[in-house]
């Protein structure tokens, strides 16, 4: 009988020892996800006129990571005068998103600074750095009539599109056409051309009141001429 009950403990005590070894074995580890995000591109906007508008904004929001990047919009300077083709979205592993940015001001602001990709990242960089400054442009309307003495007696026909000029060239029987601009403290340029001759360039400044312009004359003959311009 003592026999037989040793026996069953042993039996017993290694069906136990079996038990132990299969529960000790450990289940596979799950891969860890990963999001990263990068953003990269040019957003240097530079000098913009209030009223204008810059298109050529680029940037690129990549997805290097291991699960779809979810981005739930853009945080920057001057909100309200950007304008961006993509805002929020989801971008799948090893994919990126290429974003066109619009800056129309509408007021005289420097906008300088970052704009931050807000998203479900788990590592990564999801900002960039943005150039933007808008200046108010030159209040008055150079449009209308300007006579002077440019070797001759001379008129000058202009027409302002905000920052652009453009217009026509009397002076006696020479005929010619003018383009140019002016900057936001009324520095004014005037290109000159007439059929025939080599073009001249007039650069001057526009008082405040819009009513003269004074300056010099170079090219075609021209030599640090003086000039004057007033508004007939």
Do not use: E, H
């Amino acid at each position: 009988m003592r026999r037989f009950l040793a026996l069953l403990v042993t039996v017993a005590a290694v069906g136990c020892s079996g038990n132990n070894s299969s529960t000790g074995n450990s289940s596979p580890t799950a891969p860890t996800i990963t999001r990263v995000i990068n953003v990269s591109g040019n957003l240097n906007f530079g000098q913009v006129f209030v009223g204008d508008v810059r298109t050529d904004g680029l940037m690129t929001i990549s997805n290097s990571g291991s699960a779809p990047l979810t981005v739930s919009g853009m945080t920057g300077p001057c909100g309200s005068f950007f304008t961006v083709s993509w805002l929020s979205g989801t971008i799948s592993p090893g994919a990126s998103q290429t974003v066109s940015v619009r800056f129309a001001p509408t007021a005289a602001q420097n906008c300088t600074g970052v704009i931050t990709v807000n998203g479900d990242q788990t590592s990564g960089t999801n900002t960039i750095a943005l150039n933007a400054v808008a200046v108010a442009g030159y209040s008055r309307d150079l449009t209308g009539r300007w006579r002077g003495t440019i070797g001759y007696d001379t008129i000058i026909t202009l027409t302002d599109s905000r920052s652009a000029l453009s217009g026509t060239f009397d002076a006696v029987n020479l005929k010619g056409t003018v383009s140019g601009s002016v900057s936001a403290t009324g520095q004014v340029t005037l290109t000159v051309t007439i059929p025939g001759f080599a073009p001249f360039i007039f650069n001057g400044q526009a008082d405040d009141g819009g009513n003269t312009m004074s300056g010099q004359v170079n090219g075609s003959g021209f030599v640090n001429a003086p000039a004057t311009l007033k508004r007939i």
